[in-house]
């Protein structure tokens, strides 16, 4: 785990892509293609999991791959997508988690 010095908020994520996106990589993919990389993205992460916690086996090619990588990539899409799509994720995921409370209170003790 990191520090607190080191910790970033969820809007804080979101405008830090925003900056870079914005003014080191020259502006937004197109929401369609950020979703593509979303999906090549998450596949990454499932290439890592099935190889570091599942039964395969690395490939020379993916010992490069770290997970926290490819997880920081995902978050980094996911914040470039509600960035373009006016969502704010803070919101958005304390509504779910809400959600989530008030729908499996008891779901899970049985």
Do not use: C
């Not at 804080?12 to 593509?36: C, E, H, K």
């Not at 039964?55 to 997508?81: C, G, M, N, Y």
């Not at 509504?95 to 209170?105: A, F, H, V």
């Amino acid at each position: 785990m990191t520090d607190e010095k080191n910790s970033i908020s969820i809007a804080g994520l979101q405008a830090t892509v925003d900056n870079w996106i914005r003014g080191v990589g020259g502006g937004y993919f197109s929401p369609l293609t950020n979703m593509a990389v979303l999906t090549e993205e998450v596949g990454e992460v499932a290439r890592q999991m099935s190889r570091t916690y599942g039964d395969q086996t690395f490939k020379p090619s993916d010992r490069s791959h770290f997970l926290a990588d490819e997880l920081a990539d995902v978050l980094w899409v996911v914040a470039a997508i509600a960035n373009q799509t006016g969502v704010d994720l803070t919101s958005a995921l304390m509504n779910n988690i809400e959600k989530k409370n008030l729908r499996d209170k008891e779901r899970f003790k049985k």
